[in-house]
T-cell receptor, first 111, second 115 residues
Framework: GEDVEQSLFLSVREGDSSVINCTYT??????LYWYKQEPGAGLQLLTY?????DMKQDQRLTVLLNKKDKHLSLRIADTQTGDSAIYFCAERNTGRRALTFGSGTRLQVQP | GAGVSQSPSNKVTEKGKDVELRCDPISGHTALYWYRQRLGQGLEFLIYFQGNSAPDKSGLPSDRFSAERTGESVSTLTIQRTQQEDSAVYLC?????????????FGPGTRLLVL
C-alpha cells in the first residue's frame, strides 16, 4: 500500500531557511500536499503540487518534487517563530480520493 | 460558513458509551472525508462521501464505527461501545465545488478522550 515518510523533528534559527523532506512509495501519486498544524488547531493547507511539475514557488515557500526518487521537499525561506508547527506531507493517487499522510515533522524555530 | 466546522470540539466519555461527532462542510463542497489522528501521528483515513454515491468505508477500523451524510451537507460519525484506543482527534475535511477542485480543507477536529 501507499506509505509516506517524514523525519520527526527539525530545529532552525529565525531567519534561516528550513527544508522539510518527505518520501513516498506510490508511483501513481497525482497530487502532493503540504499541510501545517499549529498546537490545538486543525490542518491548514500550505501548498500543493501536481506530479507533472518539479517545482512550485509561493512567496516564502518552495516545493521541489523529484518524481524519479519519489522525494518531495518544502523549503521555507526566512523562517519566523510563527512558522513553528507540525508539517504534514500527503499524497493522493488517481484511484483514491482520500489522502495518505506522513507522521509529520515538528519544526522548531529558535529566536 | 466560511470553513469546515466540527462539534463538539472536545468530548470525554466512558468506555462502552456511544458518541456522535458532527461535521459541517464548506457550502457547495460535494466531497466529505473523516480522518483520525492519534497522538503524535499522522492522519488515518476513515470514510469518504461523494454526492449521492455509495461512501468509501475502506478506512473504518471496525464495525463499531459508522458515518452518515445527508445529501451534500452535514455528516455524523458515530462510534459505538467506545474503547480507550478510540481516543484521538477526529478531523473532517471537505473538497469540491463548482470549480471541481480536489483540495481538501480541514475542520478544527473533535478531540475524543475515552476513559
Amino acid at each position: 500500500g501507499e506509505d509516506v515518510e517524514q523525519s520527526l523533528f527539525l530545529s532552525v534559527r529565525e531567519g534561516d531557511s528550513s527544508v522539510i523532506n518527505c518520501t513516498y512509495t506510490d508511483s501513481s501519486s497525482t497530487y502532493l500536499y503540504w499541510y501545517k498544524q499549529e498546537p490545538g488547531a486543525g490542518l491548514q493547507l500550505l501548498t500543493y503540487i501536481f506530479s507533472n511539475m518539479d517545482m512550485k514557488q509561493d512567496q516564502r515557500l518552495t516545493v521541489l518534487l523529484n518524481k524519479k526518487d519519489k522525494h518531495l521537499s518544502l523549503r521555507i525561506a526566512d523562517t519566523q517563530t510563527g512558522d513553528s508547527a507540525i508539517y504534514f506531507c500527503a499524497e493522493r493517487n488517481t484511484g483514491r480520493r482520500a489522502l495518505t499522510f506522513g507522521s509529520g515533522t515538528r519544526l522548531q524555530v529558535q529566536p | 460558513g466560511a470553513g469546515v466546522s466540527q462539534s463538539p470540539s472536545n468530548k470525554v466519555t466512558e468506555k462502552g458509551k456511544d458518541v456522535e461527532l458532527r461535521c459541517d462542510p464548506i457550502s457547495g463542497h460535494t466531497a466529505l472525508y473523516w480522518y483520525r489522528q492519534r497522538l503524535g501521528q499522522g492522519l488515518e483515513f476513515l470514510i469518504y462521501f461523494q454526492g449521492n454515491s455509495a461512501p468509501d468505508k475502506s478506512g473504518l477500523p471496525s464495525d463499531r464505527f459508522s458515518a452518515e451524510r445527508t445529501g451534500e451537507s452535514v455528516s455524523t460519525l458515530t462510534i459505538q461501545r467506545t474503547q480507550q484506543e478510540d481516543s484521538a482527534v477526529y478531523l473532517c475535511a471537505s473538497s469540491g465545488g463548482l470549480a471541481g477542485t480536489e483540495t481538501q480543507y480541514f475542520g478544527p477536529g473533535t478531540r475524543l478522550l475515552v476513559l
